[in-house]
């Protein structure tokens, strides 16, 4: 369906920036001018609210009944100026933008498949593996691409292509989201 396939490329946008963090963060982090020891324990940080995000939401979302797309569309959108902070040269936006976008920008995964299963009752495995195939798509190429953007025009670039990607992926999403409700209206 055309919701499935702009859900599994939101997925790929939205998958592709976030897979840099734990590759660039830490190098990027130093190249800011945060110490090594303490670049290493803000990503440990920001991982471990990624988690709890994760579990934070995948369990409001099970109270709520609430499987839909729109948390997923808002924490990209949040992440997305997550990612724009960590464009900057200053040690103290930096650490923001990666603790937002760590925490926001990566903490949608559960939401998202909860999200896909809920609206494709009928065949959860074939809509998971559509989706899927956007997750492992971005995930793949997103490393890649910034790792030569970062090599060729900086980190800060990197980042700032991230928080577009990132913010792309929402706009997508939301698309998605809206495809999926028309669907449902219409059956």
Sequence with gaps: SRALLL???????GTAGPSALGAYLVAS???????EGTAGLLAALASGLSLATR?????????RRDYGLAVVVVLLGAG????ALM???TVGLFVLGTLVAFTLGWGWPGLFNLAVVDSNRETPGSASGVSQTGIYLGAAVGPAV?????????Y?????AVAVTTLAS?????????????VRIGS
């Design 7 to 13: 859900t599994a490329l939101g997925a790929a946008l």
């Design 29 to 35: 982090a130093v190249d800011v001018g945060v110490g």
């Design 55 to 63: 579990v934070s939401l995948g369990a409001r979302a099970d109270r």
């Design 80 to 83: 997305s100026l997550g990612f």
């Design 87 to 89: 464009a900057s040269d």
């Design 146 to 154: 910034f790792g030569a953007l970062s090599a060729g025009a900086g």
């Design 156 to 160: 800060g670039t990197a980042w700032l």
């Design 170 to 182: 929402a706009g997508v999403l939301w698309l998605a989201g809206r495809a999926t409700a028309f």
